[in-house]
C-alpha cells in the first residue's frame, strides 16, 4: 500500500463557528484569526494506491461553484484536486474509487464537475465507483433545514444518475465496520448521520482520517467542537471514545482541515487527551 496527501485547496471558516461555545481568547491561540474572525482551512485528502485500485478518500470543494459562493469562503493558495493528483503522477481517470466520509460540499464538491458545455453536470472520476452509506445518503439528498445549504443536490445527485454509486452497510454493534475497500470504517453521527472515517493499518499503525470528527489540532480537548454539528453532546460523547482508544493505541490522525498541521498523535494527560507529535505528510508517507 501506498499513500498521497492531495491538497484540494485551501479556504476560510469563522472561527467561532469552528469551535462552538469555546472562548475566542482560547482558540485564537491555536488557531489564529483574521480580522474577520476567519481561521485557516485545508480540504487535504487521502490517496491510497492498493493492488489494482486507486482509492481516493474526500475530493475538497470542486470549482463548479459561484465566485459569489466561492467568496463567502475567502479562498487562498494554489492548490487544487486535479493539480495534486497530476503533481503525484495521476489523472482523474486513474481512479477507481470515491470515498466520500460524508456529503457536505468541501468533502464532496470536487466529485462532480460541469459538463463540457456547461449545461449540466457529470462525475469527474469517469471510472470510479462511488462509495456512501443509505443512512447519510437519505439524510443528505432529503436534507434538514440546519445543513441544506451543504448538501448541494449538484454534488450529490449525478453520483447516483450516473449509475457509479454503491453503498457501505453498518453492521450493529461493531467499533469498526468493514469495507469493500480494504479498511476499517467508524461511523458517527455527532456532526451529520453517518459520517465514515478510514482506519488503515499503515507500516505497523494505525491511521486515521479524521474528516470532522476531529477538524484540527486546536479541537484535540473533548468539550471543543464545532457549531456545525447536528448533535454536538453526540460528538462529545463519539469524539471522548475515539480520542482516549487514539491515544491508547497512538494512532496516527490525518486531519483533513488543519492547514498547519498534518498528522498527528496524541497522549494522556493529567488535564486529558492532549497533543503529542506533529508530522508532515511526507515524514509519515516517506
Given at each position: 500500500m501506498k499513500i498521497h496527501a492531495i491538497e484540494a485547496g485551501n479556504f476560510k471558516l469563522d472561527g467561532g463557528a469552528m469551535f462552538g461555545v469555546?472562548?475566542?481568547?482560547?482558540?485564537?491561540?491555536?488557531?489564529?484569526?483574521?480580522?474577520?474572525?476567519?481561521?485557516?482551512?485545508?480540504?487535504?485528502?487521502?490517496?491510497?494506491?492498493?493492488?489494482?485500485?486507486?482509492?481516493?478518500i474526500d475530493t475538497g470543494m470542486g470549482n463548479k461553484q459561484s465566485d459569489k459562493f466561492f467568496g463567502y469562503y475567502s479562498l487562498w493558495g494554489d492548490f487544487s484536486l486535479e493539480k495534486s493528483l497530476k503533481e503525484k503522477g495521476f489523472h482523474p481517470d486513474d481512479i477507481t474509487?470515491?470515498?466520500?466520509?460524508?456529503?457536505?460540499?468541501?468533502?464532496?464538491?470536487?466529485?462532480?464537475?460541469?459538463?463540457?458545455?456547461?449545461?449540466?453536470?457529470?462525475?469527474?472520476?469517469?471510472?470510479?465507483?462511488?462509495?456512501?452509506?443509505?443512512?447519510?445518503?437519505?439524510?443528505?439528498?432529503?436534507?434538514?433545514?440546519?445543513?441544506?445549504?451543504?448538501?448541494?443536490?449538484?454534488?450529490?445527485?449525478?453520483?447516483?444518475?450516473?449509475?457509479?454509486?454503491?453503498?457501505?452497510?453498518?453492521?450493529?454493534?461493531?467499533?469498526?465496520?468493514?469495507?469493500?475497500?480494504?479498511?476499517?470504517?467508524?461511523?458517527?453521527?455527532?456532526?451529520?448521520?453517518?459520517?465514515?472515517?478510514?482506519?488503515?493499518?499503515?507500516?505497523?499503525?494505525?491511521?486515521?482520517?479524521?474528516?470532522?470528527?476531529?477538524?484540527?489540532?486546536?479541537?484535540?480537548?473533548?468539550?471543543?467542537?464545532?457549531?456545525?454539528?447536528?448533535?454536538?453532546?453526540?460528538?462529545?460523547?463519539?469524539?471522548?471514545?475515539?480520542?482516549?482508544?487514539?491515544?491508547?493505541?497512538?494512532?496516527?490522525?490525518?486531519?483533513?482541515?488543519?492547514?498547519?498541521?498534518?498528522?498527528?498523535?496524541?497522549?494522556?494527560?493529567?488535564?486529558?487527551?492532549?497533543?503529542?507529535?506533529?508530522?508532515?505528510?511526507?515524514?509519515?508517507?516517506?
Open positions: 469555546v472562548p475566542k481568547t482560547i482558540w485564537n491561540k491555536t488557531n489564529p484569526a483574521d480580522h474577520n474572525n476567519l481561521i485557516d482551512i485545508a480540504a487535504r485528502c487521502m490517496l491510497i494506491e492498493d493492488g489494482n485500485r486507486l482509492i481516493l474509487d470515491v470515498f466520500m466520509t460524508h456529503l457536505h460540499f468541501d468533502h464532496c464538491g470536487g466529485s462532480v464537475n460541469w459538463n463540457k458545455d456547461r449545461t449540466g453536470y457529470e462525475t469527474a472520476f469517469k471510472n470510479a465507483t462511488y462509495w456512501s452509506n443509505k443512512d447519510h445518503w437519505q439524510w443528505a439528498t432529503v436534507p434538514n433545514v440546519r445543513e441544506k445549504a451543504s448538501f448541494l443536490k449538484e454534488n450529490i445527485l449525478p453520483m447516483e444518475e450516473s449509475g457509479q454509486l454503491k453503498f457501505i452497510e453498518k453492521p450493529d454493534g461493531d467499533y469498526l465496520a468493514e469495507s469493500p475497500l480494504g479498511f476499517g470504517i467508524l461511523f458517527v453521527d455527532g456532526h451529520t448521520e453517518k459520517q465514515m472515517l478510514p482506519h488503515l493499518q499503515y507500516e505497523g499503525k494505525t491511521l486515521v482520517f479524521c474528516a470532522d470528527l476531529l477538524a484540527t489540532a486546536g479541537h484535540i480537548p473533548i468539550p471543543y467542537v464545532m457549531g456545525y454539528d447536528t448533535r454536538p453532546l453526540l460528538t462529545v460523547d463519539e469524539k471522548a471514545k475515539f480520542m482516549n482508544k487514539a491515544a491508547d493505541e497512538d494512532y496516527l490522525l490525518w486531519l483533513e482541515h488543519d492547514a498547519h498541521n498534518q498528522i498527528i498523535t496524541v497522549q494522556h494527560t493529567e488535564k486529558g487527551v492532549r497533543l503529542k507529535e506533529v508530522m508532515t505528510c511526507e515524514e509519515v508517507l516517506k
